[in-house]
């Protein structure tokens, strides 16, 4: 199956590039607020779940986090603030 693009000039190329971003764009701000409708929701009424007979629409508490999405924060601090930087006596932080 050939790529619908590859007969496009550069403009038109460069044209759709710019219209599916903004495309993207809109759809990334409507979930976000859809996202906000949902656990503002979920908070009046102390819920942790909305139930569903079609989705899975819940809140998890935990106290996991991804260790490799941390190891940038390092760039962030220079070496005399990265000194303050307290860390929990908990092994997995190791």
């Not at 929701?41 to 079609?54: D, F, G």
């Not at 629409?57 to 260790?67: L, P, S, V």
Request: glycine share 2%; charged share 35%; net charge negative.
């Amino acid at each position: 199956m050939g790529n619908q693009h590859e007969s496009k000039t550069d403009h038109e190329l460069l044209e759709a590039y710019s219209l599916a971003a903004t495309s993207a764009e809109e759809i990334r701000q409507t979930m976000d607020v859809l996202e906000d409708e949902i656990h503002s929701r979920m908070r009046e009424r102390r819920a942790t779940a909305i139930p569903s007979e079609k989705f899975v629409c819940e809140i998890k508490h935990t106290t996991e986090y991804d260790k490799l999405s941390l190891g940038p924060t390092k760039l962030i601090f220079k070496p005399r603030e990265e000194r303050r930087v307290y860390y929990s006596e908990s092994p997995e932080l190791e």
